[in-house]
């Protein structure tokens, strides 16, 4: 079966810090990998996914970047934290391909800039 | 772009009643899936259930049943007998066919009251 680990579960960090966020999937192979941000008392907002190693595709402009450097491996960074940055982020993965493949989430990272 | 509109920030049902969450979308689109997430308090994000486009019938698990109105554009979830444990946020979220983006609603938090 799958699995998704997704560290830390929280954060503290100072303005104008780095940020790595890091996600791993177990159990399957060249999954399509996915980080998301949920702000307190919102939706989720889709920030990156990738199809393949290397291959992000982002979707809101700001502050974070994200990389794929091994084919299960999703890392989410930031040079210089904002304020705004503050939220729950969420990594997922599913199959690709698979048109109804549900999303499968990550226990999701508790961010909070400080 | 897809949109999911969630018109219920908040409900409350009374424990072993039943409760019908709202969800419509946009699309000008025939080929999509609709999938209906819950995310308790441990923030975990967990499938509840999902609809394919094409099919007329609709979905249904254990308790946790559809009502997928594809001419208007509707995609309510029942929950029967509801319990504590049903206690959580609500999300409804669309994927094309063809795309690798779930866009999801603001979500509707519920809560079941003993």
């Known amino acids: 079966s799958q699995t998704i680990h997704q560290w830390p579960a929280t954060l503290v960090q100072p303005v104008g810090s780095p940020l790595s966020l890091e996600c791993t999937v177990e159990g399957t192979s060249n999954p399509n990998l996915y980080w998301y941000r949920q702000a307190a008392g919102r939706g989720l907002q889709l920030l990156f996914y990738?199809?393949?190693?290397?291959?992000i595709s982002s979707e809101v402009p700001q502050n974070l970047s994200a990389s794929r450097p091994q084919d299960r491996q999703f890392i989410l960074s930031s040079k210089k934290l904002l304020l705004s940055d503050s939220g729950f982020y969420l990594c997922?993965?599913?199959?690709?391909?698979?048109?109804?493949?549900?999303?499968?989430f990550g226990n999701g990272t508790r961010l909070t800039v400080t | 772009a897809q949109t999911v509109t969630q018109s219920q920030p908040e409900m409350s049902v009374q424990e072993a009643e039943t409760v019908t969450l709202s969800c419509t979308y946009d699309t000008s689109e025939s080929n999509y899936y609709l999938f209906w997430y819950k995310q308790p308090p441990s923030r975990q994000m967990i499938l509840v259930i999902r609809q394919e486009a094409y099919k007329q019938q609709n979905a249904t698990e254990n308790r946790f049943s559809v009502n997928f109105q594809k001419a208007a554009k509707s995609f309510s979830l029942k929950i029967s007998d509801s319990q504590l444990g049903d206690t959580a946020m609500y999300f409804c979220a669309f994927l094309q066919g063809g795309s690798e983006k779930l866009v999801f609603g603001k979500g509707t938090k519920l809560t079941v009251n003993p």
């Open positions: 997922a993965w599913r199959f690709t391909g698979g048109n109804n493949s549900p999303l499968h």
């Open positions: 990738s199809v393949g190693i290397g291959q």
